[in-house]
């Protein structure tokens, strides 16, 4: 069943309006004010470029630097804040360069420095060699001006419990554990903690823009990625060159952020069935099963052993369910997963506890503070000052007990992942209506994949509504979070083409976000639907790619010799933010 069928069913019985809580904030015209002042002072400053400090751990030849941006846009003379920025220049001729591509991976809470690394994949070459690939670590970040909401020493490891349907002592705890987290941001971080929302990062996104020498900005987001980008193309829409949306979140006001995680934890559903039936299919290598029921009965008989006795005294169910949530969004796990629980099955417990055991700072904005907290602490900040949440646990509890009936795997992870927002003590932003009319931006390009489930496919279309001219890709049948660079050359060659060139699916000769000439994209199928129109009757650009090729199964005695995904564009995640507390 396809995601906005979904949406129909279920959030029609379960979407509660959010009850009044801290003020919500418009942004007044001080701030775009502020914008622009801060965008001047960085084009003069520009960005110093050097050998980058040893807490990124990024090996020439990249280069790092920093930008400074306003802490708070309404009062741009006040404090600013660094962002850390890397770079690796163009490696094609100069008379080639077409500038700087700037990316984000989402999160919130994910860090990009380790973009420029992409350079040397066979996906990015051609890319690599036309544009300077740009990281960075958006506020709060990192080093960038770090938010914080626990001491270190208070950060729940492991082993946890994972309930599907959690007993009343069980969310009392939780509750109280979300209270004090939420306490907690506001306390560490302090006044500045009403700062860190998505309108601000899109601001950030402008003064980057403006420091790194370029007119008009050429930007990639993923995920939670696509939001602030789409919020900086409806508030600098003639900053626009070129924008890629890859795995889109559904941008409307109404979905921020309540309703956005009501849909994914349904979506977690199908994409959890998706894995269950293809390790029954290869059941001769895991032994989990020949049936999707049959591996689902033998994940229950994990759990409730690990529940018993965790797993090295680390991994309980609550580790287990974060190692499998983090499969779901890339099946490029699911041979490593599979075989760590017929591994487990079969009385050898270590190949789990080296996938799902608590480990160091692992994302580059926690290693570059040493804070294994630091993601969860962003995501926190942002989800929360971006919009309305309900304050009264009793809706949340309604409305997830209603969903768990149906989609028991992710449902209450996602409320404890998102808990504190019901108990947050800054002020809440409105959220921006993203949308833009007919030729107000260059024609921009959104990647999806039909079964995406932390960017349920609803998202997409919505986005696409929303942005006149906006050409949209899809794998088809195909569930990863993020396919851009991947292991699909169809949507490669589209991405490819549409950063060099400028075209996008089905539009007319010409019709580009620049005057470079075409090349041949190589999709399934590429339509412009003159009977379904767009706003204003702007046409329906849409393409669609074959799904990539299914995992092959791999035996336990052949994984050490396979290579798990990276956090590279196309080939890792960025999950489990919200997870920890």
């Not at 994949?121 to 690939?133: C, E, G, K, M, S």
Request: glycine fraction near 10%; charged fraction near 20%; include cysteine.
């Amino acid at each position: 069943m396809k995601a906005v069928a979904l949406h129909a069913l279920v959030l029609s019985t379960l979407l509660t309006p959010a009850v009044a809580g801290p003020p919500r904030l418009d942004a007044p015209p001080s701030e775009s004010r502020g914008v622009s002042a801060a965008a001047r002072a960085a084009a003069a400053t520009g960005i110093r470029f050097g050998p980058c400090p040893a807490a990124e751990k990024l090996p020439a030849p990249v280069e790092c630097g920093t930008v400074r941006v306003p802490l708070d846009y309404a009062h741009p003379e006040g404090t600013r804040i660094p962002l850390t920025v890397s770079r690796v220049k163009a490696s094609g001729p100069a008379a080639d360069r077409q500038g700087a591509l700037v990316y984000n991976p989402g999160g919130p809470g994910a860090s990009s420095t380790y973009f420029p690394l992409a350079a040397g994949l066979p996906a990015w070459r051609r890319i690599a060699a036309a544009y300077d690939l740009v990281g960075y670590a958006p506020r709060g970040v990192g080093r960038s001006a770090p938010v914080s909401c626990q001491d270190p020493a208070d950060r729940v490891t492991g082993p946890t419990l994972a309930p599907t349907h959690p007993s009343d002592v069980f969310k009392k705890e939780r509750i109280a554990r979300a209270t004090t987290y939420a306490r907690g941001c506001a306390r560490r971080t302090g006044a500045a903690l009403r700062h860190y929302h998505s309108l601000n990062n899109a601001r950030d996104l402008e003064v980057l823009r403006a420091a790194l020498g370029e007119r008009r900005l050429t930007y990639m987001g993923a995920s939670y990625g696509t939001y602030f980008g789409a919020l900086y193309a409806t508030l600098f829409p003639h900053r626009v060159r070129r924008m890629v949306f890859d795995a889109p979140v559904n941008p409307s006001p109404r979905q921020i952020w309540y309703v956005d995680n009501l849909d994914q934890s349904l979506a977690f559903e199908r994409r959890w069935a998706d894995f269950r039936g293809w390790a029954a299919k290869h059941d001769r290598v895991y032994g989990l099963g020949t049936s999707a029921a049959a591996v689902g009965e033998r994940y229950e008989k994990v759990r409730v052993e690990l529940a018993a006795t965790p797993a090295g005294g680390r991994v309980g169910p609550g580790q287990l369910h974060r190692a499998m949530l983090q499969a779901l969004y890339d099946d490029r796990f699911w041979p490593a997963r599979a075989g760590a629980l017929g591994a487990y099955l079969q009385g050898d417990p270590q190949p789990l506890i080296a996938q799902a055991a608590p480990a160091g700072p692992a994302r580059s904005g926690e290693a570059a503070t040493g804070d294994p907290g630091n993601a969860t602490a962003v995501y926190t900040a942002v989800e929360c000052n971006d919009a309305p949440w309900p304050e009264d646990f009793a809706l949340w509890d309604r409305d997830n007990t209603r969903l768990a009936r149906r989609a028991p795997f992710e449902t209450w992870d996602n409320v404890w992942a998102n808990l504190p927002c019901a108990y947050w003590q800054a002020p809440r932003q409105r959220p921006l209506d993203v949308r833009t009319g007919p030729g107000v931006l260059p024609p921009v390009l959104i990647l999806a994949a039909e079964r995406d489930a932390a960017a349920p496919y609803e998202g997409a279309l919505e986005l696409q509504r929303r942005l006149a001219g906006a050409a949209l890709v899809t794998e088809a049948d195909a569930g990863s979070h993020g396919i851009g660079g991947g292991a699909n050359a169809c949507v490669n060659a589209y991405l490819e083409r549409y950063l060099l060139t400028g075209a996008v699916p089905g539009a007319k000769a010409g019709v580009t976000a620049g005057a470079e000439a075409g090349a041949d994209a190589g999709s399934d199928s590429e339509e412009v639907t003159g009977a379904a129109r767009g706003t204003e009757g702007t046409p329906v650009r849409r393409a669609s790619c074959a799904p990539h090729p299914e995992p092959d199964p791999v035996s336990l005695e052949r994984q050490a010799e396979v290579r798990a995904p990276s956090d590279l564009p196309g080939r890792g995640i960025t999950a489990g933010l919200g997870a920890g507390r």
